[in-house]
């Protein structure tokens, strides 16, 4: 009887993720970049009796990101827990990446993170505020930190500041 918010959801560990609590009795909120990708999770879903909403945002946007907030709350009435399981990467040795390229990572990895933290912990805030006692979990899904990520320093620059974002 808990609602699970998780961004990348339409990927292998969203879903996989929002399976698991979904069989654990959990409502799914998932969102991500691709329509088709959550139209299947909400079919697999659906069909083993997981209450799931979808929507297609982008984590890089502060404005979609309250949106969805807003939206998991209104339709769910809470929000208990956020997995933020979005992540972009892609390998290229580093004198190669472009500036785009990196801003693209770092964006939805570190940028998305934060957007989706803050905004789940300002809502958290308000209802407790308003006398509704609201307490939640913020789970943030990483790399391997520590060792040399040859081929992805973008991913491995953002999800180490992700890491330390955590941390405080």
Known sequence: ????????????I????????GRLGATIVACGRTEEKLDVLAERLGSIGVPVHTRAKTIRDPDQVTALVDEAWDTCGRLDHVINNAGGQFSSPALDITPKGWNAVVETNLYGTWYMMQEAARRWVDESESGNAQSGNIINISTIQGRASVGIPHTAASRAGGVALSRS
Do not use: K, N, P, Y
């Open 14 to 21: 969203g879903t996989a993720m929002a399976t698991l609590f």
């Open 1 to 12: 009887d808990q609602v699970f918010l998780i961004t990348g959801g339409g990927g292998a």
